[in-house]
């Protein structure tokens, strides 16, 4: 597809309807300066000077599908606590609907928190429950699932796992047979606990470190053959339509077995990584959505996931950013 192909092709992501089932997780900035050495231990004292939060996990891909152009139903079950709040607050904020957005008193909303002095991570703490949802919270979400699928008619389905437990392999089970008998495309962001549960889905994406744990293949490197090598031990183990390997620095592959593609990354300056996996898997599900073949869905989700790294903290990338990469770099 030519440039002014793939230009059009990212503006009927405007037609699209997506749905995303997940871990939803409050990014939380607390940004300051360190001047001193506490007198109680030898650590720095952050004097700080602002607060900020971002919606992270499953909402933040909800939220760089809803910046692509497409119509975004997010499903998950979240804390009945004040970072709860703070989520649905700022889904509001960013025009997300928060109607698929369950609160459990069995839950606690996951929030990661970093104390950032200039432009440097002093430390990160998390807050969260990862055990399963209880049997009623997995079938009070499997009843909002059902029941976004049947008001919005999502061209696809985006499972955003960050093994916090929201998704439970009942979950993947009856919402795969759920989209497969209406002919919607599934597409996973994996982590190790439910790797190899999503047998049927339509794009897998795990990057370098959750494949290697995944297939305990430790040793694996991104060179294609191994890569090729790789995609045949996960089909083996999973029928799966596609697989998309994020490799980092080095680009992504992307193969259904009998058409593949290596993308190199462009030279960028990264500020930081957090969320650009997040990033890859909405653009190419609204890729997917549309139609797109392989090659383009693997070059502009490469672009896009490349563009969100070149800023700090978790950001979400727009249709109108896309297109310009589009246009500067192919």
């Given at each position: ?113 970093r104390m950032v002095s200039g432009f440097s991570q002093l430390l990160r ?206």
């Amino acid at each position: 597809m030519n440039k002014s192909d793939l230009l059009h092709s990212v503006s009927q992501f405007n037609e699209l309807n997506i749905l995303v089932i997940g871990d939803v997780i409050l990014d939380a900035y607390y940004k300051g300066e360190v001047s001193r050495i506490s007198p109680e231990a030898p650590v720095p004292v952050l004097d700080i000077r602002s607060k900020e939060y971002r919606l992270g996990g499953a909402a933040n891909v909800g939220l760089n599908v809803k910046n692509l152009g497409a119509a975004c139903f997010l499903c998950a079950v979240i804390g009945d606590d004040e970072a709860g709040e703070t989520v649905k607050q700022l889904m509001k904020n960013e025009g997300l609907s928060t109607t698929g957005i369950l609160t459990s008193k069995a839950r606690k909303t996951s929030k990661k928190t970093r104390m950032v002095s200039g432009f440097s991570q002093l430390l990160r703490y998390d807050e969260e429950i990862n055990s399963n949802l209880s049997e009623d919270d997995e079938k009070k979400l499997i009843e909002m699932i059902d029941s976004q699928i049947e008001k919005h008619k999502p061209n696809a389905i985006i499972f955003e796992d960050y093994d916090k437990g929201c998704i439970t392999q009942n979950v993947i089970n009856v919402v795969i047979s759920m989209a497969n008998s209406r002919g919607i495309k599934v597409t996973v962001d994996p982590k190790k606990r439910n790797f190899f549960s999503y047998a049927g889905a339509t794009l897998f994406k795990p990057n370098m470190k959750e494949l290697k744990e995944g297939l305990n293949l430790p040793n694996l490197t991104s060179i294609d053959v191994e890569l090729r090598n790789a995609f045949h031990l996960l089909r083996e183990k999973m029928p799966i339509d596609t697989a998309f390997f994020t490799l980092s620095a080095e680009g992504v592959f992307i193969t259904n077995g009998s058409d593949e593609h290596r993308i190199p990354a462009l030279k960028r300056t990264i500020a930081d990584v957090s969320g650009a996996g997040d990033t890859v898997i909405a653009t190419a599900t609204c890729a997917l959505a549309i139609g797109m073949n392989l090659k383009d869905i693997a070059t502009i989700s490469n672009l896009a996931g490349g563009w969100v790294c070149q800023f700090p903290g978790v950001v979400s990338i727009t249709q109108d950013h896309l297109l310009e990469e589009i246009k500067k770099s192919l």
